[in-house]
Nanobody
Framework: VQLQASGGGLVQAGGSLRLSCAAS????????MAWFRQAPGKEREFVAA????????LYADSVKGRFTISGDNAKNTVYLQMNSLKPEDTAVYYC????????????????????WGQGTLVTVSS
């Protein structure tokens, strides 16, 4: 399984970016995907997750109301629309994939995920 993330870049505070992450390599009967991020000198933190079957979503408090996670089941692709970006959103963003049946509340835990993408850098200037 491969995860290919894209869409990062440099944006001014208040701006928007859309990240994409496409999964390939096998057929997925169950699919849950998420975005995590890691800022310089900090630990990796959860951003958002989606359960493709049913569409349930989970967000970190720090991004609620600004970021939206969505998925395209036919393309095995997850998106992260990031609006009202702040300098503190600067980080490398990683997508992750779970092929199991983890409960929604556990989707914020990195240990749930079987596969990880390579990361895409988002830089927000003040």
């Amino acid at each position: 399984v491969q995860l290919q993330a894209s869409g990062g870049g440099l944006v001014q505070a208040g701006g928007s970016l859309r990240l994409s992450c496409a999964a390939s390599g096998r057929t997925f009967s169950r699919l849950q995907m998420a975005w995590f991020r890691q800022a310089p000198g900090k630990e990796r933190e959860f951003v958002a997750a989606i359960r493709f079957r049913g569409g349930s979503r989970l967000y970190a408090d720090s991004v609620k109301g600004r970021f939206t996670i969505s998925g395209d089941n036919a393309k095995n692709t997850v998106y992260l629309q990031m609006n009202s970006l702040k300098p503190e959103d600067t980080a490398v963003y990683y997508c992750a994939l779970d092929t199991g049946s983890a409960i929604l509340s556990s989707l914020s835990l990195p240990s749930v995920y079987d596969y990880w993408g390579q990361g895409t850098l988002v830089t927000v200037s003040s």
